[in-house]
């Protein structure tokens, strides 16, 4: 990615902002002839396991409800998937292929430089999609790495603030930059995010140092809140629910809406922003190994995951989508919690490729700080 996208590349094409914005492409849930092709055999196969560092169990069974009823694939079809943080998800599959032993058929997590290694060693199958020409357009115009037929894009999410106003000390805040959440006022309240346990973490660093921001000055602003330094965004918010650290400067709002899902009450406590320096975008891309398990069923389950009903369902159960294809509109009942990228600066990485070169000295940079 290019390290801003303006808010004009996102107006400037109808395609992204309708995508963004979240008005269903007419046909969007016709099956096209390559997922006819995959049907019988994914059928055969009878099983689909996926290694994944999104997919919550909620998640995964509606997906696999989904996945059996979009393509006939009947009541025994299974799915499995293997959840994991960034980093191990992708230590995991570099193993695997390493090894030359794999268990699982489809990866999914934000990796480009993973990908782009994995895709030259010959690692993916390819793929023969009828659902990508919805998302590819859009893809290029946010400069999104993807290597078609190799590895395709499923997804992307963004770290936002978020707080809970019921905790003392938090009823009038509201943070729309960085220099709100590290004011001194908040020393013993946040929660600062490991940086050398997730991809995600470090890619957000890295394309805010890109842009031009302190990362350092931020950081040792941040240890001089006495933070509580963690790694799992759920954990995480269960400590801004329980007023244990009221903010995490990032999270997934998607998190947020699972727990208000369980406890409406948490609905008029837990809130959220975006910060006026720039969202980082961060890409899902996803593949089918070669050497699965079940071949057929990981390509058809990219199909799914690209089409309609496929996003439609990790929209309601993850809250925490954004995609490229054209025309896609959300749920309405996640609407309010899925950011609109047309209304705020968009930052990435100049090169998701390069970007895993200098993840160890930003990470040394970043312990010399904290510990």
């Not at 008005?23 to 059928?43: H, M, N, R, V």
């Not at 037929?149 to 499923?154: E, G, L, T, W």
């Not at 240890?223 to 759920?234: G, I, M, S, W, Y």
Request: glycine share 8%.
């Amino acid at each position: 990615m290019t390290t801003t996208c303006s808010n004009a590349v996102f107006r400037g094409s109808a395609g992204l902002i309708v995508a963004f914005s979240l008005a269903t492409a007419a046909g969007a849930s016709e099956i096209t002839p390559q997922e006819k092709k995959l049907i019988p055999l994914a059928k055969q196969e009878g099983e689909i396991i996926t290694l994944s560092s999104l997919f919550q169990d909620k998640t995964v069974r509606a997906l696999e409800d989904g996945f059996r009823k979009r393509y006939g694939l009947g009541p025994d079809f299974k799915y499995t998937n293997i959840r994991k943080g960034t980093g191990p998800t992708i230590s995991t599959a570099r193993q695997e292929i390493k090894a030359g032993r794999i268990t699982f058929d489809v990866i999914v997590v934000p990796g480009g430089g993973f990908f782009h290694g994995a895709a030259e060693a010959g690692a993916f199958l390819p793929l023969d999609s009828g659902q990508w020409k919805y998302h590819e357009a859009n893809a290029k115009k946010a400069n999104a790495l993807f290597e078609y037929p190799h590895f395709v894009i499923a997804s992307s999410y963004t770290f936002q603030p978020i707080w809970n106003a019921t905790c003392p000390g938090m009823e009038n805040v509201n943070i729309t930059s960085y220099a709100d959440i590290l004011d001194p006022k908040y020393k013993g309240k946040t929660i600062a995010s490991d940086i050398t346990k997730s991809v995600s973490y470090a890619t957000t660093i890295l394309a805010l140092q890109e842009a031009g921001f302190d990362v350092e000055a931020m950081w040792k602003k941040q240890k001089a809140q006495d933070p509580l330094v963690a790694f799992r965004t759920e954990p995480k918010m269960q400590m801004v629910i329980n007023c244990e650290r009221p903010i995490d400067m990032w999270n997934l709002v998607g998190r947020a809406y699972q727990s208000i899902e369980k406890e409406p009450s948490l609905a008029k406590k837990l809130r959220w922003g975006t910060y006026k320096e720039g969202q980082v975008l961060l890409n899902r891309q996803t593949a089918v190994m070669k050497g699965a398990p079940h071949p057929n069923a990981g390509k058809l389950f990219i199909e799914f995951l690209l089409s309609k009903e496929g996003l439609d369902i990790v929209a309601e159960r993850e809250a925490s989508l954004i995609t490229y294809r054209e025309g896609y509109t959300a749920p309405e009942s996640v609407q309010k919690y899925l950011i609109d990228l047309s209304k705020v600066k968009v930052l990435g990485v100049k090169s998701e490729v390069e970007a895993y070169k200098q993840f160890k000295e930003l990470r040394q940079r970043w312990r010399t700080v904290f510990q």
